[in-house]
T-cell receptor, first 117, second 111 residues
């Protein structure tokens, strides 16, 4: 089946540094990818919709200057957490939409666990 | 009010039991409905889509009631491997494929 990868799977960084997370669709092209965040014991919350070749659409309350999204190709979207702080520590998960006929399914990456010290 | 509401559980059931999860959603314009399963510290995985006519996949049966904005999942003959958090998921609005997740119902199947 379709596979979405994320890298890195886990990252620990100091407060104030920036962290880049990559999301790749491995065997299909995805014009749309989604970035979610999940805090402990809470549900996944949509942060933004990443659109290939155009600006991302951010959900209310998500700072676009803090969470930079780049969707430069049909198989890669990146999320950069700029000047990370401990409250940004979370599980970040991307999903990619497979829009081929008879599918239109979303596949999730394995997630990136970010810990900011 | 949350867009998707679920009983958080946990549901502790013995192997072989039948267990039912319920979910309600607030956006009447939601068009697609799913149950996902999430294991601890892992990404969610699609369990099944949910249709008004009801659908069954082995031991799992899902049902949608659009009038009541209610979704259900029934698991028969529970296995230890069914232990996980079950997420009720809807798409937010027509044409928009971003998913809205419920907070999940935790199931623990005991030997």
């Amino acid at each position: 089946g379709a596979v979405v990868s994320q890298h890195p799977s886990r990252v620990i960084c100091k407060s104030g540094t920036s962290v880049k997370i990559e999301c790749r669709s491995l065997d299909f092209q995805a014009t749309t990818m989604f970035w979610y965040r999940q805090f402990p014991k809470q549900s996944l919350m949509l942060m933004a919709t990443s659109n290939e070749g155009s600006k991302a659409t951010y959900e209310q309350g998500v700072e676009k200057d803090k969470f930079l999204i780049n969707h430069a190709s049909l198989t890669l979207s990146t999320l950069t957490v700029t000047s990370a702080h401990p409250e940004d520590s979370s599980f970040y998960i991307c999903s990619a939409r497979d829009e081929r006929p008879d599918t239109d399914t979303q596949y999730f990456g394995p997630g990136t666990r970010l810990t900011v010290l | 009010r949350k867009e998707v509401e679920q009983d958080p559980g946990p549901f502790n059931v013995p192997e072989g039991a039948t267990v039912a999860f319920n979910c309600t959603y607030s956006n009447s314009a939601s068009q697609s409905f799913f149950w996902y399963r999430q294991d601890c510290r892992k990404e969610p995985k699609l369990l099944m889509s949910v249709y008004s006519s009801g659908n069954e996949d082995g031991r799992f049966t899902a049902q949608l009631n659009r009038a009541s904005q209610y979704i259900s999942l029934l698991i028969r003959d529970s296995k230890l491997s069914d232990s996980a958090t079950y997420l009720c998921v809807v798409t937010r609005q027509p044409g928009r494929r971003a998913l809205t997740f419920g907070s999940g119902t935790r199931l623990q199947v005991q030997p």
